[in-house]
């Protein structure tokens, strides 16, 4: 089963309109975090936002907030007020665990092409 | 500075070169990774550094070859490379694991490999 599914291939917002990308998550762990990032035609990888398993509020980091819904075990990431420079490619990715070798690793969903019109 | 550097930008080689990516950061990051990632897919996880040791070889082919010389480089050496390893490397560093779930990965800008 896949750890990080993202449903959406492609979405379109409309320019200053907010748009949710979906993201739901599959882990027994009880801790672990949950990142968003965008990436652009460019290739950089760029954090966004982070939402750890025993964060009560929803993560906010200026026109992007998380909202984490637990027990659906879903992150979804809110992009308000869309801009232009928000096209881009949009991966949500799940960190597990504390200790070991396998909390390093990031995993990655498939991604959401993210297209603003003017 | 909480900036990853990755040199070249682009690369071009052929199956019999030998060439080197190179990554670097002065974050104090004691933790580096190397990622590879085809178009249109997520990153896969290659390598990761631990304190310069290696700690993760994700069953990576004998043709790639990291190094990690000292804290802040790290180096992913390429020799006899085929066409289906074209791709963008992408480089990235945290702080070493603690008492959180919280590991951010700062990513550089990736090298995009073209192998003729």
């Known amino acids: 089963a896949q750890k990080i599914t993202q449903t959406q291939p492609g979405m379109f917002v409309q320019e200053k309109e907010a748009v949710t990308l979906d993201c739901t998550y599959d882990?027994?762990?009880?801790?672990?975090?949950l990142f968003w990032y965008k990436q652009p035609s460019s290739g950089e990888m760029i954090f966004l936002i982070y939402q750890g398993s025993y964060d009560q509020q929803n993560a906010t980091e200026g026109r992007y907030s998380l909202n984490f819904q637990k027990a659906r075990k879903s992150a979804n990431l809110v992009i308000s007020a869309s801009q232009l420079g928000d096209s881009a490619m949009y991966f949500c990715?799940?960190?597990?665990?504390?200790?070991?070798?396998?909390?390093?690793?990031?995993?990655f969903g498939k991604g959401t092409k993210l297209s603003v019109i003017p | 500075d909480t900036e990853v550097t990755q040199t070249p930008k682009h690369l071009v080689m052929g199956m019999t070169n030998k060439k080197s990516l190179k990554c670097e950061q002065h974050?104090?990051?004691?933790?580096m990774y190397w990622y590879k990632q085809k178009a249109k897919k997520p990153p896969e996880l290659m390598f990761v550094?631990?304190?310069?040791?290696?700690?993760i070889n994700e069953s990576v082919p004998s043709r790639f070859s990291p190094e990690c010389p000292n804290s802040s480089l790290l180096n992913l050496h390429l020799h006899a490379l085929q066409p289906e390893d074209s791709a963008l490397y992408l480089c990235?560093?945290?702080?070493?694991?603690?008492?959180?779930?919280?590991?951010?990965?700062?990513f550089g800008p990736g090298t995009r490999l073209t192998v003729l």
């Open positions: 882990t027994s762990d009880p801790s672990y975090g």
């Open positions: 550094y631990s304190y310069e040791k290696l700690s």
């Open positions: 990235a560093s945290s702080q070493e694991r603690g008492t959180s779930e919280y590991l951010e990965q700062f």
């Open positions: 990715a799940m960190r597990e665990g504390r200790s070991g070798a396998g909390s390093y690793q990031l995993t």
């Open positions: 974050m104090g990051h004691r933790a």
